[in-house]
């Protein structure tokens, strides 16, 4: 897939999943390479923007074993952003599907 | 490559970061490998799963830069306006001082120079009419002169006509290079 393209649609995958429920990052890597195929790497730096964005913040929490995890959870500012990103993927996906259906349906 | 080799990797490549942004973001890496250890995946499992760090590296440096750029924008350009205007000022005063006066007399001096050329040109022309009319003069010195002022004031034209061209062009350079100095292309 397109690396630029997969870029936003990752972006829009870690908001609907912290939306879900706040999670750390290597619950959200686990969460997101299940479904699709990324360089785990790359979650980092974009979690770090949306935080900067204030789309999301962050808080430390103790866990059973190991050190502590940092969670992130969705801002309502952030929530706002997540849900236009919906609509977009919504509207961009139905058209694509279209001319699918239009260009290679009829074979 | 371990665990080990890749933080230090990381770390390497993102020197240019500040310290404090560039620990936060390590700590991210090392909990990631912490977590997914005690997940029970090996060191090379993980590494292969977050990307060489290399790219990682990359896209963290490219995320950055976006955001200096978004940033540096309007702080950007006031202190440009500012540094534009005390130039323009600079400039200003060093041409009023030391550039305009001795262009204004070069430029001054070409022009008289016209004024000798007409002269010369329109002498012989009356010193003939008088000579025509009146019969004031030797024929022969009178011809023979108004022959050579004639060529000499033709002459003088086309070369002061170059030089004009030339200090035209000088001028024209030296004033865009002014505006280039103060627009900071220089």
Not at chain 1, 16 to 31: C, R, S, T, W
Not at chain 2, 124 to 142: R, S, T
Request: net charge negative.
């Amino acid at each position: 897939m397109n690396a630029q393209f997969k870029k936003g649609v990752l972006e829009l995958c870690v908001l609907v999943l912290i939306h879900q429920k706040d999670q750390y990052g290597y619950e959200l890597a686990q969460n997101i390479s299940k479904k699709i195929e990324i360089a785990e790497g790359s979650l980092y730096p974009l979690l770090r923007r949306l935080t900067k964005e204030e789309y999301c913040t962050t808080y430390l929490a103790e866990s059973k074993e190991g050190p502590p995890r940092k969670y992130y959870t969705l801002t309502p500012k952030g929530k706002v952003y997540m849900d236009f990103l919906i609509e977009d993927w919504n509207h961009f996906s139905g058209y694509v599907n279209n001319l699918i259906e239009e260009g290679v349906g009829n074979e | 490559m371990n665990k080990v080799e890749y933080l230090n990797e990381l770390k390497s490549r993102l020197s240019s970061l500040p310290e404090q942004e560039r620990d936060e973001i390590l700590y991210d890496y090392e909990e990631h490998f912490e977590v997914a250890l005690r997940d029970g995946k090996t060191e090379l499992d993980i590494i292969n799963e977050l990307g060489s760090p290399n790219k990682v590296a990359h896209e963290i440096l490219m995320e950055f830069s976006e955001e200096q750029n978004g940033k540096g924008d309007q702080s950007q350009t006031s202190s440009n306006v500012a540094r534009m205007v005390l130039l323009a000022i600079a400039l200003i005063f060093i041409n009023v001082t030391f550039i305009l006066g001795p262009v204004a007399a070069v430029i001054g001096a070409y022009f008289s120079l016209y004024g000798v050329v007409i002269t010369i040109g329109v002498a012989p022309i009356i010193a003939l009419v008088h000579l025509f009319l009146y019969g004031v003069g030797n024929v022969f010195v009178i011809l023979f002169s108004a022959l050579f002022t004639l060529s000499l004031a033709t002459l003088m034209t086309v070369g002061l006509i170059y030089v004009g061209k030339w200090m035209y062009i000088g001028l024209k350079k030296y004033v865009i290079f002014n505006i280039q100095v103060v627009k900071g292309e220089r």
